[in-house]
């Protein structure tokens, strides 16, 4: 802000001829100094801001995102845990009164499985969406709510990260005999008595459920960076947070 002052200060005194050596000046300030951005930024250029939010996502995704890949990384993580879906609720309690319990719990456990399979492959998409984050998307990001970071995420890699995940969902079920298990609960719920029949689409509900554990574990690193100065574990994280930490 002193930086503005002093350059409006010095107008009346400029020739007019001169106007174009104070717009140079400008320029230069504004490489090091970003006007919208609070003066406490003057430390830090566009690149150190750019690179902190790029360090503290690939932080979240490494850190979250991998333990979501290992055997139970889904099953036994109660905040990403894929259930039956609504419709197929109802299934579940039907077989568990008929006596097929085992057959009940097989099938959310290969749910699991299929989604711990899927998150495999979302890390090269997540890695190029961070590498073309641009200066906006980081100071936006920076200066935004507790999961800004994550939203930006959501925004640009959901839709691949579904064309990635719903084949490998699919293939998974296959090979861990899913589709057979699931096949079986539907034929033994179908025919049971006074039930309405379904035929739900697990590929797709287990793909959006992948997906949305994905973002939740995300949301969870960069919940911790923004709040607990001992999850900035680089100069550069300190650096670069202290400025929202100040907004």
Same mark, same amino acid.
């Given at each position: 802000?002193?930086? /503005? !002052?002093? $350059? ?30 609070? +003066? ?6 566009? =690149? ?6 790029? #360090? ?15 055997? %139970?990384?889904? &099953? ?13 609720? /109802? @299934? ?22 299929? =989604?711990?399979?899927? @998150? ?6 997540? @890695?190029? =969406? ?20 994550? +939203?930006? $995420? ?14 490998? !969902? ?20 179908? /025919? ?5 029949? @379904?035929?739900?689409?697990?590929? %797709? &509900?287990?793909?959006?459920?992948? $997906? ?8 969870? #690193? ?16 300190? /650096?670069?947070?202290? $400025?929202?930490?100040?907004?």
């Amino acid at each position: 802000m002193k930086t /503005k !002052i002093a $350059l409006l200060l010095l107008f009346p005194v400029l020739g007019f001829s001169q106007i174009s050596i104070l717009d140079q000046i400008k320029n230069e300030v504004k490489k090091v100094i970003p006007l919208d951005l609070p +003066t406490s930024a003057g430390v830090l250029s566009n =690149a150190d801001i750019a690179s902190g939010l790029k #360090e503290a996502l690939n932080k979240g995704i490494e850190k979250q995102v991998t333990k979501l890949t290992a055997v %139970d990384g889904f &099953y036994k993580n109660q905040m990403v845990k894929i259930l039956l879906p609504e419709e197929l609720q /109802k @299934v579940d309690k039907a077989l568990r009164r008929a006596g097929l319990s085992s057959l009940a719990d097989k099938g959310i456990l290969m749910l699991n499985r299929a =989604a711990e399979d899927a @998150v495999k492959e979302s890390t090269p998409i997540f @890695v190029d =969406a961070v590498k073309n984050m641009s200066f906006t998307d980081a100071k936006n990001i920076l200066m935004g709510d507790e999961r800004s970071a994550t +939203t930006y $995420l959501e925004s640009t890699t959901t839709t691949p990260l579904y064309g990635k995940f719903n084949p490998v !969902i699919k293939n998974s079920f296959a090979k861990v005999g899913a589709d057979k298990v699931w096949a079986e609960i539907i034929k033994k719920y179908n /025919k049971l008595p006074l039930v309405k029949k @379904v035929n739900p689409d697990l590929t %797709d &509900y287990t793909t959006n459920k992948a $997906l949305e554990g994905v973002f939740k574990m995300i949301a969870v #690193e960069e919940k911790n960076i923004r709040t607990d100065l001992n999850s900035r574990t680089s100069d550069l994280l300190k /650096k670069v947070f202290a $400025l929202q930490d100040k907004k």
